[in-house]
């Protein structure tokens, strides 16, 4: 833990992330839910969350869906070769496309050109089709060539798992 997290909060942190790791309590109120495992105000929690998240222990906070409970059974992670001047600027705009749940810059490799990278999903295979199509339109000459990566499989996505309190 970073020297911003005091010896006594680290304990606490080690709790806290232990007791969301699986994801947050389907509660109405998570955050006194937690507080009150910790021995925390609601307050205090979610001031701990922020310094965990600030000191880059915790990447984020966010809701992840199964997407193929939601009825998205295509996935596809389309890649792009896009021209370095304008990647930021079209990164972005790709990423905060409605069909895109992730996007990435990525550096070019030997024998593999894309350095963009946005995951879409779908409800068929033409639909994931329809969705690179659009990406295409969005990034026009600045996009040199794309391919499209299919998922075969679902694979188990798990983050870091510490051992719960014995």
Known sequence: MSACISPSDASLAKRLIQLTQAGL???GDPWAWLGVRLGLAPEATLALLQR????????R???????????????GMTVWDVDDEKIDRLGGLVGALPFVSHCYR???RHGWRYNLF?????R????????????RTLLGRASLADDMLVSTRILKKTG?????PG
């Open 52 to 59: 965990l998240q600030d000191d880059g222990v915790i990447r």
């Open 106 to 108: 990525r550096p070019r």
């Open 124 to 135: 068929s295979p033409s639909e994931i089709e329809d969705y690179r199509g659009r990406i």
């Open 160 to 164: 870091l798992r510490m051992p719960q």
């Open 25 to 27: 309590p389907l509660v």
């Open 118 to 122: 946005a995951m879409v999903h779908g």
């Open 61 to 75: 906070i966010a809701a992840v869906p199964n997407h193929y409970r939601l009825g998205y059974r295509h996935n």
